[in-house]
């Protein structure tokens, strides 16, 4: 395996950090657009990890090659839709390929938080990471919704996807993330975009007016 520097011991970095989780439906990509018209800096973990599989001459992917060739095209990226196809009923597909990116997907947003200036930034994830050597984040705040308000998300931003497929998806986020016994804030996703909007606001001012002061 190729060496990846662990970044997270740098004490170089100026912005606080808010790990932004909660399962698919939840509302984070909303909540995270909510932030940055706020001005906080956002980044995603997902689109951080598409951007490392779809590039097939990025070193991960011959360590997934070796490992998980039957979740590769014969360009050398990772197949679109194994979430639902395959790493819903793999989960040592899911383990492996969540072992294998991690660190790269970890490096590259640490890397980006380090150039930040902002008071605080957003990391966006579905999951926590798992447990890495000096890593720590300020605050975590969680997204929450009940399972009808997430299927009708997913539906709509999914229409392909069956109800059994859905709740797949969400049975295998609610087993693999502890997340609301870490969670320092929660916010609940029930109603409209304005009124999650006005809770972002609330919870920027709270961070502001605590981390301003040191």
């Avoid at 950090?17 to 001005?39: D, E, I, N, T």
């Amino acid at each position: 395996m190729h060496d990846v520097i662990n970044p997270v011991t740098d004490k170089a970095r100026q912005a606080r950090l808010v790990l932004m989780a909660g399962g698919m439906g939840c509302g984070k990509s909303s909540a995270a657009a909510a932030f940055f018209k706020l001005g906080v800096p956002v980044i995603d973990a997902d689109l951080v990890a598409r951007a490392i599989h779809q590039d097939s001459q990025h070193p991960v992917m011959s360590e997934i090659a070796m490992i998980l060739p039957h979740l590769l095209t014969e360009a050398g990226r990772l197949r679109r839709g194994i979430l639902r196809t395959v790493l819903v009923s793999d989960a040592h597909a899911n383990r492996c390929l969540r072992n294998l990116l991690q660190p790269y997907v970890l490096q590259a947003m640490w890397q980006w938080t380090l150039q930040q200036t902002a008071t605080y930034v957003i990391w966006e994830s579905a999951l926590l990471p798992d447990e890495v050597d000096g890593f720590v984040y300020d605050s975590v705040l969680l997204l929450q919704a009940d399972e009808e308000a997430r299927l009708q998300r997913v539906r709509h931003r999914n229409p392909d996807w069956t109800e059994a497929e859905i709740k797949q998806v969400f049975s295998m986020q609610a087993k693999e993330y502890a997340v609301r016994r870490q969670a320092c804030d929660q916010i609940v996703n029930q109603g409209s975009i304005a009124e999650l909007e006005q809770e972002v606001l609330q919870q920027h001012l709270t961070y502001m007016s605590y981390w301003n002061l040191q």
